[in-house]
Structure formats: structure tokens, C-alpha cells
């Protein structure tokens, strides 16, 4: 008890050292007030007791059963007992590291699918300049006019709101339905060029053209999970009319390949496009613009951008964000998870491996004499450094029989949070399963080779 309360206050300190670098690491703002907080520090004391009075109970017991004269006499057969809570307390150690270093690598397996899945859209070299606040309409035709005369600018256009933001919804039901029957979608404003912005794929119509003045008034694109929703084809919704809850019938001009217009956390569900100049005077919706810029001199380019933006939108200071980099914010309470799963799992590995050393040391020191005369006899190094690693793979091996299921269930659980999910392979497993023999092996290695090149003479004089 005495070791666990010193022990309890090390752990204090190391946590107060640690916490400012843990709260930045883990994007956290976590305090402790031990001293302030009676049950904080009630609580400390307790389970730094109750820890020691559990590992100790143990040996007292099992000392205080000795025969006084076998003691004296030397006559104690040391170690036999309690073998088989030596092996159970070995078993749940790998157990448990075991679970972890499988969770952080399907951890770090979805996070890595996330981040390179394919979105529908293509969000590379994308500049988004923020210009809320301000009527957007009246200077950017002007602005995109005058920037896609630098031949690094491939296409302009402007939305209402960045692609994986939270977007408003709006109520369609096709022409001649019942209003019962109205449905909840999504929706997005944008402006022309948005498809091509983005390299959308249409799988049928067209995107939003200036050849076609009613796209302004009347003009919608649905994605095809909208068509699917409402019994479409792609090719047989174009033309299709559809009321919305102003009761405005819009026509659909194309229908776009499904996207992620969210996190991949969620699934791709309907989704509406339009333009927004019907409503709320000239589009005052809008409120980002996107530049699609090819691969070159990044410099000039925003320079001239900034340029143009200071002499068309002098009420408003050139602000600009990548859209991938914006996107990978998306999973950055993942990325934080994966991270603080990371540090535990090696805490986990370091905590297992310093058990499995403690167990290998005192079975090498039971088996002193019998090294010896092994030795004695004409045994090899390699031939007792493995009698003795075996022991211990068995153990390991158990331990993988129990981790291999709690984590398939963990993990599974843990991914159906998410719409699109890696698989739980069998790699994995047998990855993590290897990586624990390692461990184990380097752990008990130490002490076996140590024991194996001991003098025989000196082990045989031990009693």
C-alpha cells in the first residue's frame, strides 16, 4: 500500500507535468483541481489502496502458510504454487495489448480510407475565398471575368456553402403529388460553372448554362439518389417537374452522379442543386467563391487574385482556405481518437511486456539449477533460450485466442458509425498477433539468454 500511494503521487505530478502537452495532443482542455476537489482526491487515495491491498493479500496469505521448519531447514519448494494466477494475470495483460494494437490499427486504417476515399467530386487545387457580407452578385461576373485571364485559373464559381458543411433543406414533391408526400432534401445554392468547378460527373442533362435563361428562374440539378427517391431513372427524370414548399414548379435539367457532400461518416443521401437569384433579391445566399487553379507558380497566381479581389472587393480583406485541407477537418476527432488510442496502446504494450519480464526472471531463477545441469549435459544456448521462450508463446498464444474475438466485436461496433468503413480483415488480426510474439519474445529473451549463459558451476551451487 505504501509503494501504491507513493506511487499515486508520482502519477499526480507526471499527469500535471503531461496535461498541457496531452490537452494540445488530444485537441482536449481537461483540468484537474485535486486538492479543491474532495472526491477527485478521495477517489485517489482509494483505489491506491485498494490496489495495494489487492497485490498484497496475494503474497501475505501465501507466506504466512509456510511451515516455519521446512523454512529453516531449507527444505521449501518455492514456486509451484499459484502458477496458474501467474499465467492468468500474463493471459489478460496480452490480452488486453493485444485489443489495443488491433484498434488502433483499424483506427488508422479507417482514418487513412477516409481521407483517400474517392468523393464524387474532385476537391484538388480549390481556393475558397469566404465573401459573405458581401452582395456577391454585384462584382462577381466582373471578378470571374477578370481572373480567368490568367492562364493558372481554370474555372470560377460561387456557392452558398463550403462541400461537407451543414447545408439547409428544402421540400420537393413531383409535379401533381399529393403535398402529403413531400419530401425533406438538402439543398445547395450555386452558380453556373459549379459542375465543371469540381469535375462533376452528369449522368444525364447538362449542368447549369448561360445559354439557358430559365436555369435562373426555374432550373434544378438532383443527384441521382434524389431520382432513385422519387422512381427515376437518370435519363428519365430530366424534364421531370418538381414543387417545392413555396409551391414554385422547377424543372430538372441534369442529374449528377451521387457525391459526398458530407462526411463519409454519413451516407450519400438525395441532394438538390440550384441557382439562387430567384430568391432573396440578386442570390444573397452566396457566400463562398471557389477557384480552381492548375499546378504552376501558386504565388503569382494568388497574388493576382488578391489583386483583382482588393480592386472589385475593396469592403472586404482577400481571405483563402484549400478545400482538401478544409475537408480533412471533417475527421479530425478520428485523427485525435487515433492518436490518443495510439499512446494507450503503447502504454498497454509497455505494461504487458514489463509483466511478462517479471514472470520470465522469476522462472528463470526457479529453473537456475536446472539450466545447469542442462548445460551440464551438453544443452546449447539456442536449445534453452526457446525451452524457455515456449512456455511463454503458449501463453501469448491463449492470449490472442481471447483478444482475436473481443476485438472483432470492438471494432465492429465501433465502425458501424461510420457509412463507409474498411474491412475487418484478417491481416490485421494476424498482424497485431505477431507483433505481440515480438514483444513477448524481446521481453523474455533478455532473461533467458542471460540464465543460458550463466556458469553451470554457479548455478549448480544454488539451493
Given at each position: 500500500m505504501l509503494m501504491c500511494l507513493i506511487s499515486a503521487s508520482l502519477a499526480v505530478l507526471i499527469v500535471e507535468l503531461l496535461l498541457p502537452a496531452f490537452n494540445t495532443f488530444a485537441g482536449k482542455s481537461i483540468s484537474f483541481t485535486y486538492f479543491s476537489d474532495p472526491v477527485l482526491l478521495a477517489g485517489l487515495i482509494i483505489i491506491a489502496l485498494a490496489v495495494g491491498i489487492l497485490s498484497g493479500i496475494y503474497p501475505a496469505f501465501f507466506l504466512s502458510g509456510f511451515n516455519p521448519v521446512k523454512v529453516l531447514k531449507g527444505n521449501l519448494e518455492r514456486g509451484n504454487k499459484g502458477k496458474a494466477f501467474r499465467k492468468i494475470l500474463v493471459v489478460v495483460q496480452f490480452s488486453l495489448s493485444i485489443i489495443l494494437i488491433i484498434g488502433t490499427l483499424i483506427c488508422f486504417r479507417?482514418?487513412?480510407?477516409?481521407?483517400?476515399?474517392?468523393?464524387?467530386?474532385?476537391?484538388?487545387?480549390?481556393?475558397?475565398?469566404?465573401?459573405?457580407?458581401?452582395?456577391?452578385?454585384?462584382?462577381?461576373?466582373?471578378?470571374?471575368?477578370?481572373?480567368?485571364?490568367?492562364?493558372?485559373?481554370?474555372?470560377?464559381?460561387?456557392?452558398?456553402?463550403?462541400?461537407?458543411?451543414?447545408?439547409?433543406?428544402?421540400?420537393?414533391?413531383?409535379e401533381g403529388a399529393l403535398d402529403a408526400n413531400m419530401q425533406q432534401i438538402p439543398l445547395l445554392d450555386v452558380t453556373h460553372d459549379f459542375i465543371e468547378t469540381f469535375d462533376m460527373e452528369m449522368l444525364a442533362g447538362r449542368?447549369?448554362?448561360r445559354e439557358f435563361p430559365t436555369d435562373i428562374t426555374e432550373?434544378?440539378?438532383?443527384?441521382?439518389?434524389?431520382?432513385?427517391?422519387?422512381?427515376?431513372?437518370?435519363?428519365?427524370?430530366?424534364?421531370?417537374?418538381?414543387?417545392?414548399?413555396?409551391?414554385?414548379?422547377?424543372?430538372v435539367v441534369g442529374v449528377?452522379?451521387?457525391?459526398?457532400?458530407?462526411?463519409?461518416?454519413?451516407?450519400?443521401?438525395?441532394?438538390?442543386?440550384?441557382?439562387?437569384?430567384?430568391?432573396?433579391?440578386?442570390?444573397?445566399?452566396?457566400?463562398?467563391?471557389?477557384?480552381?487553379?492548375?499546378?504552376?507558380?501558386?504565388?503569382?497566381?494568388?497574388?493576382?487574385?488578391?489583386?483583382?479581389?482588393?480592386?472589385?472587393?475593396?469592403?472586404?480583406?482577400?481571405?483563402?482556405?484549400?478545400?482538401?485541407?478544409?475537408?480533412?477537418?471533417?475527421?479530425?476527432?478520428?485523427?485525435?481518437?487515433g492518436n490518443v488510442f495510439r499512446v494507450f496502446t503503447g502504454l498497454g504494450i509497455l505494461i504487458a511486456g514489463l509483466g511478462l519480464f517479471a514472470l520470465a526472471s522469476f522462472t528463470t531463477e526457479l529453473r537456475t539449477r536446472e539450466i545447469g545441469i542442462r548445460k551440464v549435459l551438453g544443452a546449447k544456448v539456442t536449445g534453452i533460450v526457446i525451452m524457455i521462450s515456449k512456455k511463454f508463446a503458449k501463453l501469448v498464444f491463449i492470449a490472442n485466442i481471447i483478444a482475436w474475438p473481443a476485438a472483432y466485436l470492438i471494432m465492429?461496433?465501433?465502425?458501424?458509425?461510420?457509412?463507409?468503413?474498411v474491412e475487418l480483415g484478417i491481416g490485421t488480426f494476424v498482424m497485431a498477433s505477431l507483433l505481440a510474439f515480438v514483444i513477448a519474445i524481446l521481453s523474455v529473451s533478455v532473461q533467458s539468454i542471460k540464465a543460458a549463459l550463466a556458469e553451470p558451476v554457479e548455478a549448480l551451487r544454488r539451493q
Open positions: 479507417q482514418l487513412n480510407f477516409l481521407r483517400n476515399s474517392q468523393l464524387g467530386f474532385n476537391e484538388d487545387q480549390i481556393l475558397m475565398i469566404p465573401a459573405y457580407s458581401t452582395p456577391i452578385p454585384q462584382w462577381y461576373p466582373q471578378f470571374r471575368e477578370q481572373v480567368l485571364q490568367d492562364p493558372h485559373i481554370v474555372n470560377v464559381t460561387a456557392l452558398e456553402n463550403v462541400l461537407g458543411a451543414q447545408y439547409q433543406t428544402g421540400s420537393f414533391i413531383p449542368s447549369f448554362s432550373g434544378i440539378i438532383i443527384n441521382q439518389s434524389t431520382a432513385a427517391r422519387f422512381g427515376w431513372e437518370p435519363d428519365e427524370a430530366i424534364g421531370k417537374r418538381l414543387r417545392n414548399q413555396n409551391d414554385l414548379l422547377l424543372s449528377v452522379k451521387d457525391f459526398n457532400y458530407t462526411s463519409l461518416i454519413y451516407p450519400i443521401t438525395p441532394f438538390v442543386l440550384e441557382i439562387p437569384r430567384r430568391r432573396e433579391g440578386l442570390g444573397g445566399r452566396l457566400r463562398y467563391v471557389a477557384v480552381k487553379i492548375s499546378a504552376g507558380n501558386f504565388q503569382d497566381t494568388l497574388s493576382f487574385l488578391q489583386s483583382k479581389w482588393e480592386q472589385l472587393v475593396p469592403n472586404r480583406s482577400f481571405d483563402y482556405f484549400f478545400l482538401d485541407e478544409e475537408l480533412d477537418k471533417l475527421y479530425a476527432a478520428q485523427e485525435k481518437m465492429r461496433s465501433w465502425l458501424l458509425g461510420f457509412a463507409h468503413r
